[in-house]
C-alpha cells in the first residue's frame, strides 16, 4: 500500500509539472497563428520570436508607465525601443528585422492614398513610433480596437498578409487584459499593406 501511496504521489506531482508547463508555454491562440502560418508556408522562427518577445516586453514597459502616468519612465522605455538596433524602425544601417503591430484594421487617421484612413492590418514599426505615436498606439482604447481575438477571420487575414514572407517570428501578449500581436520579419520583407477595404474587395 505505502509503495502504491508512493507511485500515485510521484504520477500527480509527473501531472502537475505538466500542467504547469502547458499554462506557462505556448498559448492556444499562439499554437493557432502557427498553424495557419504554415498553410501559406511561412516558417515561424525561433529566433525571429525572442525578437519578438523582446519587441514586446518593451512595449509593456511602455505601457506600464503610461498606466502609472510616470513621464520619465515613459521617455526612459522609449529610450530603450529606439536603442533596439537590429529593428529598421531605428534606421540603423546593420538592422536585420521589421517590426509590426496587428490593428485590425481600425479607422483612426486622416485619409490617404489608397486607405482612406484605415490602418493596414499588419502596421509597421517607424521611427515615428518611438515618440509620441508610441503613446497613441499603446493607449487602452487603441488596443481594445486593435485586439488580435483569433477569429478564424482573423486568421485568414493574417495568412494573406503574410503569404510570401518566408519566416517570422511572432510574440501575442496580454496588455490592458487583451491580446496584441507583433510579428517581425526579416528587413523588406512582403508584407501585405492591406486594410479591411482591400481584403473585403479580395473576396
Excluded at 499554437?31 to 525578437?51: F, P
Excluded at 511602455?62 to 536603442?83: F, G, H, P
Excluded at 484612413?117 to 481594445?144: C, I, Q, W
Aim: glycine share 8%; with cysteine; proline share 2%.
Amino acid at each position: 500500500m505505502k509503495l502504491f501511496k508512493k507511485v500515485l504521489a510521484v504520477a500527480l506531482v509527473g501531472a502537475m509539472a505538466v500542467s504547469m508547463l502547458t499554462a506557462c508555454g505556448e498559448s492556444a491562440k499562439t499554437a493557432d497563428i502557427k498553424s495557419a502560418l504554415k498553410k501559406v508556408g511561412v516558417s515561424v522562427s525561433s529566433t525571429m520570436n525572442k525578437e519578438a518577445d523582446g519587441a514586446m516586453d518593451a512595449l509593456q514597459d511602455v505601457t506600464v508607465a503610461l498606466k502609472e502616468n510616470d513621464t520619465n519612465a515613459v521617455s526612459n522605455a522609449q529610450a530603450k525601443i529606439a536603442r533596439m538596433k537590429e529593428f529598421s524602425f531605428t534606421n540603423d544601417a546593420n538592422a536585420k528585422y521589421d517590426l509590426y503591430i496587428w490593428t485590425n484594421s481600425v479607422y483612426g487617421r486622416p485619409g490617404k492614398s489608397g486607405n482612406d484612413g484605415y490602418y493596414p492590418y499588419l502596421m509597421k514599426f517607424t521611427s515615428n513610433h518611438t515618440g509620441d505615436r508610441l503613446k497613441a498606439l499603446l493607449t487602452e482604447k487603441f488596443v481594445r480596437q486593435g485586439e488580435f481575438k483569433g477569429a478564424d477571420s482573423d486568421l485568414e487575414v493574417l495568412k494573406k498578409v503574410l503569404k510570401g514572407v518566408p519566416k517570422a517570428g511572432i510574440s501575442c501578449q496580454k496588455v490592458y487584459g487583451m491580446d496584441v500581436l507583433i510579428v517581425v520579419v526579416d528587413k523588406d520583407a512582403p508584407v501585405g499593406n492591406y486594410t479591411c477595404q482591400t481584403i473585403d474587395s479580395a473576396t
